[in-house]
């Protein structure tokens, strides 16, 4: 090796030795300082990263209060619609949640769209059809895309695996949900599946599991501003009686007491949840809260209670159709419906008079028997109003001639009443003794209006909520739909407290009330102040309140009105003959009292 070359190693090795031991004492202060920076910088990234991931594990289950990401990345999956059509129903899927976003009744048709009733709706992004939330019913909905796999024609499954971190352990589940459905019926199985795959101990989120829900509104769409003789009601029965809570805007509130089933219902269409083992469920909820535009929601929540169970298959069978007697009754007995489901009484379900159903069933067979022979619903109404008007005028001649009596023996009546003011016992017997003498009943003044008003309150009830009379034409072009009024002329504007129809039912049932007050009016009876006002004021009253009611119910009242006019005629005759009679013709009361003299 040459010299010059050794002595360039040499120098070279002292300059690194050097460089190595005086950079600590020169550099040191700057490296310090740099490596800090350095150390800060790279904390700060590993702080922002774990922020980052924090966020993102809430953003995916806000609605659970625990950690939880999805078990894959499935980046490529998108969401996709599925139908399943039979013939009464056509539903649509969405595998976001694997939710129902459309139902369709193929045989009711909507007046305003000319299609199927949409039992699904005012669905969103965050509220669809039988979606479900991870634990209480104020938590947001299952969002993510699920698989999902035709089993057959009728029968759709969707799934997906989740992950959860709980206690800084790996909890992977599967979770699914299957819908079944079966030709000919408006009610379908839904059962959910979760399957634990690894150290997965079950949900429990404040004691629930997870939160079934109906669709956010029953349709067909209603504006309930206009539509007083709408409603939305929240529906529990426990197995006894059916509780019916009628909607407020704005309601978001549990029903604290156990049931079998529970559910939202309208005037003509309803949506029950029905837990093939009602004891899983811890509460159930309802909402009427709006969260799109003004239209509120009208939706049952199920809370399933919590489980500590690797496996777990839950049960519901769900009727979303009429809610009409001829659909519902088929499902009170196995035998008679595809499920072989029965012993849940759902037909409780139905609105009814309450302790007068028995009479509102018996006017129910009494028009159905009716319509088979006339073919239109307008006519069996009338001819039913008929029928009960013949079978009520003898009591109403009882209660005519029951007026004439108590008028001829008002004299008598005062005197005892005079005689005896400071024994009101001796008043009551010798009254009493007066009335079985002339042989008149005071009582049966009232058994007429006792029994009219039974009828007119089942009545109501009836037409008022009978499913057969939706969309059923009277009169073409004047009452197409005996469920909704008449209307023979739209304005472009709207009129206070009676909207923008021109109808004409309203109008002649006012006329009708009018002219029967005048005809009542016999003999003076009704000359005082407060009987003008039942005359005159209560149909100006009526005619604001009931102007947008239903065209069958006005048709019953109208018709009524007019039937029990004629007989009022015949009956002040009667009466006229009657007091002249008594006139002409010494009655028995004065000869009782001639005789103690």
Not at 346 to 357: A, K
Not at 559 to 571: A, C, E, K, P, T
Request: proline content about 4%; overall charge neutral.
């Amino acid at each position: 090796m040459e010299k010059n070359t050794i002595w360039a190693i040499v120098l070279s090795t002292i300059v690194v030795i050097a460089s190595f031991l005086l950079q600590p004492i020169i550099f040191g202060p700057q490296i310090e300082a740099a490596m800090q920076q350095q150390e800060i910088a790279a904390q700060e990234q590993k702080e922002k990263g774990e922020k980052e991931n924090s966020v993102l594990i809430e953003s995916e289950i806000l609605q659970n209060d625990s950690e939880f990401v999805n078990a894959e990345i499935q980046e490529n999956l998108k969401e996709e619609f599925v139908t399943i059509t039979t013939d009464v129903v056509e539903v649509v899927f969405s595998n976001k949640g694997g939710d129902i976003i459309s139902y369709k009744l193929l045989k009711h048709f909507d007046k305003d769209t000319g299609t199927g009733i949409q039992l699904a709706d005012n669905v969103t992004e965050t509220n669809r059809a039988c979606a479900l939330a991870l634990g209480t019913a104020d938590k947001e909905i299952i969002n993510q895309i699920f698989e999902h796999e035709m089993i057959d024609e009728n029968t759709i499954l969707f799934k997906r695996n989740f992950v959860f971190e709980k206690n800084g352990k790996r909890e992977v589940v599967t979770l699914g949900k299957k819908y079944s459905f079966k030709p000919g019926e408006y009610m379908f199985k839904l059962d959910i599946l979760v399957h634990g795959l690894e150290n997965f101990t079950g949900f429990d989120y404040d004691g629930t599991a997870y939160t079934l829900r109906t669709s956010p509104q029953i349709g067909p769409h209603f504006d309930p501003k206009k539509d007083k003789y709408e409603n939305r009601q929240f529906l529990a029965y426990n197995g006894k009686k059916t509780k019916k809570v009628i909607l407020a805007q704005g309601q978001f509130k549990p029903y604290e007491k156990s049931f079998m089933w529970c559910g939202i219902a309208g005037k003509y269409f309803e949506e029950l949840v029905i837990p093939n083992n009602p004891e899983i469920i811890k509460e159930g909820l309802y909402s009427s809260q709006i969260e799109v535009n003004d239209y509120a929601n009208a939706q049952a929540f199920l809370e399933r209670r919590a489980f500590n169970s690797a496996d777990i298959q839950d049960t519901y069978y769900m009727y979303f159709g009429p809610r009409s007697e001829k659909y519902l009754k088929v499902y009170n007995v196995s035998d008679e419906n595809a499920w072989n489901f029965g012993g849940r009484r759902v037909t409780e379900s139905l609105q009814t008079s309450g302790f007068l159903s028995w009479l509102e069933n018996i006017l129910k067979w009494a028009l159905e028997v009716i319509h088979k022979v006339v073919k239109n619903w307008g006519v069996a109404i009338i001819v039913l109003t008929i029928i009960l008007k013949l079978l009520m005028f003898p009591l109403s001649k009882k209660q005519s001639l029951g007026t004439v009596k108590m008028q001829e023996l008002q004299p008598r009546v005062q005197e005892i009443q005079k005689k005896y003011e400071n024994d009101k016992q001796k008043q009551q017997m010798e009254m009493t003794k007066l009335y079985q003498e002339a042989g008149y009943n005071p009582a049966s003044g009232c058994l007429p209006m006792i029994f009219q008003f039974l009828i007119l309150f089942a009545m109501y009830n009836l037409f008022n909520n009978y499913f057969d009379f939706r969309g059923a034409s009277f009169i073409p072009g004047w009452i197409p739909d005996l469920t909704v009024g008449d209307s023979v002329y739209q304005f472009k504007f709207n009129i206070p407290l009676l909207g923008n129809h021109l109808r004409l039912l309203p109008i002649i049932y006012t006329a009708s009330q009018l002219l029967f007050g005048k005809i009542t009016q016999y003999n003076g009876a009704q000359s005082n102040a407060s009987m003008k006002f039942m005359t005159y004021g209560m149909p100006l009253i009526f005619f604001f309140l009931f102007y947008n009611a239903p065209a069958g119910l006005l048709l019953y009242w109208t018709v009524s009105n007019f039937f029990q006019m004629g007989q009022q005629i015949i009956l002040n005759k009667m009466v006229a003959k009657k007091k002249a009679e008594s006139k002409n013709n010494k009655t028995n009361v004065p000869i009782k009292k001639n005789n103690k003299r």
